[in-house]
């Protein structure tokens, strides 16, 4: 089915791998690769964190986040599958559409958060992906 998956993780809720782990043997097509992305969003509000925190810390976060996320992969046990890590920095949506152009990702595997008010007007990760990706998408409630 797919060679090329994108998982992108949110490290504040691992509970989820669990299940993506399992869509993902189920859409890997014998032998593929998937990539877990994280998405750090601190970035995007540098300027006014860069007062409190200094360069040091955010080395030392963007560290702490590149160590879990090799860990989940490591965790993860996913037959014939090459497993790969990557950390971005930016808008998650925005960024995630972009990595999955880069590697001609297949297929994007994701969780959805359970709606509320605010995703009336906001709207989520997860739909502006299904939204704008120009491959297949699998969202997972």
């Given amino acids: 089915m797919f060679n090329q ?3 992108p993780v949110d490290l504040t809720h691992k509970e989820h791998l669990e299940r993506l782990r399992q ?3 189920l859409l890997i097509d014998g032998v593929g690769s998937v ?3 994280y998405v750090d969003p601190i970035m995007v509000h540098r300027d006014a964190l860069m007062m409190e925190l200094e360069e040091s810390q955010f080395d030392e976060h963007r560290q702490e986040a590149q160590a879990q996320l090799q860990s ?3 965790s993860l046990q996913l037959e ?3 497993m790969n890590v990557v950390t971005r920095e930016g808008v998650a949506h925005d960024q995630i559409l972009e990595y999955a152009s880069e590697i001609s990702a297949d297929a994007i595997l994701m969780m959805a ?3 509320g008010v605010s995703s009336y007007f906001i709207g989520s990760t997860a739909e502006r992906v299904v939204r704008h990706a120009d491959c297949s998408v699998f969202v997972i409630r």
């Fill in 72 to 74: 989940l992969s490591e």
């Fill in 113 to 115: 958060s359970q709606p």
């Fill in 5 to 7: 998956i994108l998982i």
């Fill in 23 to 25: 869509a993902a043997q």
């Fill in 80 to 82: 014939n599958v090459t």
């Fill in 35 to 37: 990539t877990l992305l």
